[in-house]
């Protein structure tokens, strides 16, 4: 199983970013995907999640400004982020859990920055 994060990057304050999560050795469609985002000395926060179904739950800090989304065809799970603040900055990850909650598969990471 492999989740290959990519897509982060050096962003200025108000700005946009789209970090993409190719997810192979799965049935992809059959997993509820998330991304989940960690800063140094703090504990990996859940951002934003979808299930198998497409229905979708942010944190309340990220609400409005980012939007998850999927591509079944292609085996990709996509994070758009708007209105990007400083306090965005972090290594997002990639999490694939089954249904059943019985496997879990982690991604290695993008880093986000964003500062002026």
């Not at 497409?54 to 209105?83: C, E, P, W």
């Not at 965005?88 to 002026?116: E, F, I, P």
């Amino acid at each position: 199983v492999q989740l290959q994060a990519s897509g982060g990057g050096l962003v200025q304050p108000g700005g946009s970013l789209r970090v993409s999560c190719a997810a192979s050795g799965i049935i992809f469609s059959i997993y509820n995907m998330a991304w989940y985002r960690q800063t140094p000395g703090k504990q990996r926060e859940l951002v934003a999640t979808i299930s198998s179904d497409g229905v979708t739950n942010y944190a309340d800090s990220v609400k409005g400004r980012f939007t998850i989304s999927r591509d079944n065809g292609k085996n990709m799970v996509y994070l758009q982020m708007n209105s990007l603040k400083p306090e965005d900055t972090a290594v997002y990850y990639c999490n694939a859990k089954s249904r059943a909650g019985n496997r879990n598969y982690w991604g290695q990471g993008t880093q986000v920055t964003v500062s002026s």
